[in-house]
């Protein structure tokens, strides 16, 4: 059976930094060995951002974003079924991820608590479609 890391496709000494993730979380995914930091500086292979409120998601999401690798993936998590009083759900998540610029791909469960969406930047001429947002045209590779 895969673990969550598997499923995420976080791959080995991937450079990572986590916001606001809670230890249970961290330990369910079950990572591989990575180089994980302290700061946000640089660019990272795999970026995890755990927000209960649409405010402060909007608020960090193009400052994570600027420090996304061109492969990487940036995931966003967030509590389930309007858990731990969140306002946000899968449609808001993704619609504040297309207006910066990134698209989705994969969504899954992290535990009994936290959804996980990835975010990638887009492929270059390639339509993204979905039903809850509309990608903004890219005027750079970021």
Known sequence: MKT???????????????????TEAIVGIKLPTLSISKKMTGEFDYIHLFVKKQSAYTKIFSKLKAHLKLNGM??????????????????????IGYSYGLVESTCLSINNVWSGLKFTHPKKDKVYNNSHATLKQRTTNR
């Open 74 to 95: 940036l995931w966003v998590s967030w509590p389930k079924g309007g858990g731990l009083d969140t306002d946000l759900s899968l449609p808001k998540v993704i619609q």
């Open 4 to 22: 969550v890391a598997q499923k995420m496709g976080i791959k080995e000494s991937g450079r990572t930094v986590f916001i606001n993730a809670p």
